[in-house]
């Protein structure tokens, strides 16, 4: 069976890795800059992030209101409290994009001490933020989404391929220095490959959108705060607004239900009598993300890491993991040593292209026709497989079925020169 797939995978591997491997180039650098960004961060904007420590400070509610202050007008949409002596509290304000503008606080005395712009749960500063976008969609928004869905789509495929390649050939000794550089690589980086290509699917535009749906469907969604509060009886198109005087009582009955992080998210409701969520969001390890809504003064609603499905606290761990917060530093030079080790890979896979091309007089590196091989019943096994996995990953299927009609295209046009240069040859006229 071995030897009758193997020039296929071959095929399959080396083309799908000269197509693909641009995208998963700039993936991997993009990556590695993204995993290299907190300590870069926390230097860059020490100004905003800490101040000189203190065993006392002002009430939450006062810092609130001295960002509030600086931003009149403005939507106060969250509060994130200094999570250790030395460090500040950012107040965030409502935007059109995902963005936030954020006022930053001196807990000590309640002094704004800067203002960013902060970027998603995990609260990004504008140099990640920037590099994150360009490793998701090049700063192209969401057609741009596209290079880094059909990179995570493809990695597992030449991954998986490449072992295979391996383990068919791993007694012959006639393997080029270059390609055996290669497969050490490959195989070295290879968990590490399969783990970003499936969590980066789970936050691509097409594919994502079957994973949420199948997490749905079979009850593995992350549980969410229904809410609560008595809000009947309020005008909805004119609200009550909210008091941020509010803020203490809130925290106080959070930290008595147990939310006890040092990392809070406050999530500020639209109008007064609506509950207030506060939610851990200290994503590393023992990860802690317990939620609870208050209103009127009582805690309303909970939700508890312990009670997710194993499917969600998998999903919640491989998401953290991917960005490098799990484990904290060991989990950044993990994904550092993966990424570069990645870069490796596609490079070497080109130097082992460039060294094989056909202008060199090798001809084609894989023959085409390797399918005849293969057994039919085998075959048809595959490519029932392959027609739902390009179902559920759109951009695998497409690019594949592309790619098998463009090689059906050529190989036809190749067959009918040939055939053009010989029937001189056997025509009475030329003869």
């Keep these: 069976m071995t030897e009758s797939w193997r020039g296929l995978v071959l095929r399959f591997h080396f083309y799908a ?4 491997g641009p995208f998963v180039l700039i993936a991997a650098l993009t990556g590695v800059l993204y995993a290299a960004t907190p300590q870069l961060e926390s230097w860059l904007y020490s100004d905003h992030l800490r101040v000189p420590a203190s065993t006392s400070s002002v009430p939450l509610s006062q810092q609130v209101k001295a960002a509030v202050a600086t931003r009149p007008g403005d939507e106060l949409v969250a509060i994130r409290p200094a999570p250790e002596p030395g460090t500040t509290t950012r107040v965030l304000f409502s935007s059109d994009g995902d963005a936030r503008p954020t006022v930053f606080v001196n807990p000590a005395d309640g002094a704004v001490v800067g203002e960013l712009m902060t970027y998603g749960t995990s609260g990004v500063l504008p140099l990640r933020t920037t590099i994150d976008q360009i490793h998701r969609n090049l700063l192209l928004g969401e057609p741009g989404r596209l ?3 059909l990179a995570a789509s493809w990695l597992w495929v030449v991954a998986l391929g490449g072992v295979f390649l391996w383990f068919s050939r791993r007694r012959t000794q ?11 690589v490959g195989l070295t980086v290879l968990v590490g490959a399969l783990f970003l290509s499936a969590t980066g699917l789970t936050w691509s535009a097409y594919a994502g959108e079957n994973v949420a749906s199948l997490r749905q469907a079979l009850d593995w969604s992350t549980p969410a705060l229904a809410g609560g509060g008595d809000h009947a009886g309020h005008d909805m198109t004119n609200p009550i607004p909210v008091m941020p005087g509010e803020v203490d009582s809130v925290l106080t009955h959070a930290r008595s239900a147990g939310i006890d992080a040092g990392l809070i998210e406050i999530t500020v409701p639209p109008m007064a009598g609506m509950a207030w969520n506060v939610t851990e969001i200290d994503r590393a390890w023992p990860t802690q993300v317990d ?3 208050v209103a009127g003064g009582q805690v309303v609603d909970q939700v508890r890491f312990a009670d997710y ?4 606290k998998l999903a919640r761990w491989g998401i953290d993991l991917h960005m490098g917060a799990l484990f904290g530093w060991p989990n950044q030079l993990l994904l550092l040593a993966v990424g570069l080790g990645l870069v490796t890979l596609v490079a070497l ?7 094989r091309r056909p202008t060199r007089g090798f001809g084609r590196p894989v023959p085409r026709g390797q399918w005849r091989k293969v057994p039919r ?4 096994v595959v490519l029932v497989v392959a027609a739902a996995v390009g179902w559920f990953i759109p951009l695998f299927g497409l690019s594949l079925l592309a790619f098998l009609v463009i090689d059906a295209v050529l190989s036809a046009r190749s067959r009918r020169d040939k055939s053009g240069e010989q029937a001189p040859e056997s025509s009475p006229v030329a003869g």
């Design 377 to 380: 019943a085998q075959l048809v």
């Design 291 to 293: 939620a609870v809504a």
């Design 174 to 184: 006639r393997t080029k220095p270059t390609t055996r550089k290669h497969a050490t």
């Design 147 to 149: 290079y880094s869905e």
């Design 349 to 355: 896979g080109y130097r082992i292209w460039w060294l």
């Design 17 to 20: 890795g000269v197509l693909v």
């Design 309 to 312: 499905p194993l499917a969600a």
